[in-house]
């Protein structure tokens, strides 16, 4: 099953491979065993992959597992840490190498600081990465200790934000239903992470 990502989005599978594990985050695995699920994955239908440079050795690793895949993934990653406008560029760029790929399909900024998030500076960089092609749509992912008003509702007023991949459970319902209520308003896709309440602790919420 599919769904169009955003508004003018591509189709993507419903299911995401997230790579915080395989990445190291919930204990070392091996290299040969990351690659064998990726392809696992892939072979599956499940083709929408989400990493970020925080998650240890995931980029690496889905570097290596996607040589001769590429074309056949959506693929995704954030920015970590340094959120100033000229560090992304930089991150973006190590990200592409590491991933051993030319572009980027979903951009995400990872947990943006208010005093950045919300500049025109930021947002005028990611349409110009855009235009270039060094990615192909931007977005957001966030925590669930984030400001409502400032956070979520700043970002989806945003025309050319693809996508906000949020935590989603049955803990924060009511919250929730105002994210899906606004993002369905805005036509903006939404990434669900976290959806198992078990796993709602600061540690785990920060690396989504």
């Known amino acids: ?22 990445g190291g985050g919930m204990g070392v695995l091996d290299k040969n065993q990351v690659v064998k699920t990726v ?9 929408f992959i989400d990493t ?15 040589e001769g895949r590429r074309n056949k993934v959506f693929l995704a990653t954030k920015l970590s840490g340094d959120h ?14 590491t991933l051993k790929c030319d572009y980027i399909d979903l951009y995400q900024i990872h947990d ?25 749509h931007y977005g957001a992912a966030i925590t669930q200790d984030i400001d409502f008003e400032m956070g ?20 924060d319902y009511e919250q929730d239903n ?13 990434i669900a992470r976290l959806s198992n309440a078990m796993m709602q602790n600061p540690q785990e919420a920060h690396y989504g």
């Open 52 to 66: 970020a440079e925080s998650y240890l050795s995931s980029e690496e690793s889905l570097g290596e597992a996607l």
């Open 112 to 136: 943006p600081p208010h005093d950045v998030a919300y500049t025109c500076e930021l947002f005028m960089l990611l349409d110009d990465l855009v235009a270039e092609g060094k990615i192909r």
């Open 39 to 47: 392809h696992a994955s892939i072979d599956a239908g499940v083709t």
């Open 84 to 97: 100033s406008i000229a560090h992304i560029k930089k991150a973006l760029e190590q990200s592409i190498k």
């Open 152 to 171: 979520v509702l700043g970002l989806l007023n945003r025309t050319n934000v693809a996508a906000l991949q949020v935590p989603f459970n049955v803990i």
């Open 178 to 190: 105002k994210i899906l209520s606004l993002a369905e308003e805005k036509r903006t896709g939404l």
């Open 1 to 22: 099953m599919y769904r169009t990502l955003g508004v003018q989005g591509p189709k993507v599978p419903v299911i995401c491979l997230g790579t915080w594990p395989l």
